[in-house]
């Protein structure tokens, strides 16, 4: 049985037993865990408030060989995000980003960089009241970027030529951009408007983006028909947590 000490961000937790918990991580060594908390549930637990959704965590936990459940030792709270969950909207898109990175991380693959972009777009959405929306565009980006599944809009999937920043860019029916040349009929497309806020993504902290950009209604529509479909497609299913607000 292996000891292992990491930051963890909590995803959600549900009751097993008389007074255990189990709970979703998403930890920053060891990717994608789900951990029997026993005595979570008791008054006296030793955890407390540390697996509240969305609490950054040291946690220890210990694991065993083709094991998918680890046991959880300890947890210490690194930063909490109470204050999110009195907000509908904030609440919401936690709910949205937890179900996510369930969906798209492999148990127990460390993955440094969805660890880094998930904890540094919830610092932000702590920080930035009513960037909600904003943050859900950058945070499904981003996922699909990291997953590999995010078309690369600088260039036309069938002829390779680059594609500019001053017109709307054709989608194939696979999701690819083309160019005019390429474009077959009846397709949908990207404005340019909504590419240059894309590829901004690309270069900004979620903060920073968060701050730099508004987005129209129209622009949230593009982006988020474009990333809820790749999403869906990804997952084979619509997000159980995708509502109003994040569509």
């Avoid at 029997?36 to 060989?65: D, N, Q, Y």
């Avoid at 959880?72 to 204050?83: P, V």
């Avoid at 730099?212 to 129209?218: G, P």
């Amino acid at each position: 049985m292996r000891l292992v000490t990491t930051d963890a961000i909590v995803l959600r937790s549900y009751n097993l037993a008389e007074s255990d918990r189990i709970v979703v991580c998403f930890t920053r060594t060891s990717g994608l865990i789900r951990a029997v908390a026993k005595g979570a549930r008791r008054m006296k637990s030793r955890f407390g408030a540390a697996l509240e959704p969305f609490t950054l965590i040291k946690l220890s936990f210990h694991e065993k060989e083709n094991r998918e459940l680890v046991s959880l030792s300890a947890a210490e709270i690194l930063r909490s995000y109470f204050n999110l969950s009195s907000t509908v909207e904030a609440a919401e898109v936690l709910a949205y980003m937890g179900e996510l990175v369930a969906e798209f991380a492999p148990p127990h693959e460390t993955d440094e960089r969805l660890f880094r972009m998930l904890t540094a777009c919830v610092e932000a959405l702590a920080e930035r009241s009513g960037s909600e929306r904003v943050l859900t565009r950058y945070f499904e980006i981003w996922l699909l970027r990291l997953a590999g599944l995010f078309p690369d809009l600088r260039t036309c999937a069938e002829c390779g030529r680059a594609l500019g920043t001053s017109g709307d860019v054709s989608l194939d029916a696979e999701l690819r951009p083309r160019c005019a040349q390429c474009s077959p009929a009846n397709v949908s497309s990207l404005s340019s408007e909504a590419i240059r806020i894309v590829r901004a993504t690309h270069q900004l902290s979620p903060a920073n983006f968060a701050e730099a950009q508004q987005l129209s209604e129209r622009q949230d529509a593009e982006i988020g028909d474009l990333t809820h479909r790749l999403i869906t497609r990804a997952i084979e299913r619509r997000p159980r947590t995708l509502v109003a607000g994040n569509r």
